[in-house]
Nanobody, 121 residues
Framework: QVQLVESGGGLVQAGGSLRLSCAAS????????MGWFRQAPGKEREFVAT????????YYRDSVKGRFTISRDNAKNTVYLQMNSLKPEDTAVYYC??????????????WGQGTQVTVSS
């Protein structure tokens, strides 16, 4: 019903910035909360940030607070993740997710294919 496509990943040096985008298509009329998760090799997928449909409720994992900012533009059916002061431990595949309820758990209905973010020292 909803397709999500991430973009904006790449290779950056520690301290650099990157902006991820997630474009939604399909049943975009639904008022979905959207979030970002990431998964590093050998580790489980973990929550990064999430935002409600209206954009007034936002949550971040502690390790990215003050560095990452999640936002959305419903007119463009797109959610963004601005990542500043990147650290090597931020290296992971970043996934966009959408669902009817905002949550920090990976309990979303739709997922993108992911975009690789690599932060070098």
């Amino acid at each position: 019903q909803v397709q999500l496509v991430e973009s904006g990943g790449g290779l950056v040096q520690a301290g650099g910035s990157l902006r991820l985008s997630c474009a939604a298509s399909g049943r975009t009329s639904a008022r979905y909360a959207m979030g970002w998760f990431r998964q590093a090799p050998g580790k489980e997928r973990e929550f990064v940030a999430t935002i409600s449909w209206g954009g007034f409720n936002r949550y971040y994992r502690d390790s990215v607070k003050g560095r990452f900012t999640i936002s959305r533009d419903n007119a463009k059916n797109t959610v963004y993740l601005q990542m500043n002061s990147l650290k090597p431990e931020d290296t992971a595949v970043y996934y966009c997710a959408a669902g009817p309820q905002i949550t920090t758990r990976d309990q979303y209905d739709y997922w993108g294919q992911g975009t690789q973010v690599t932060v070098s020292s």
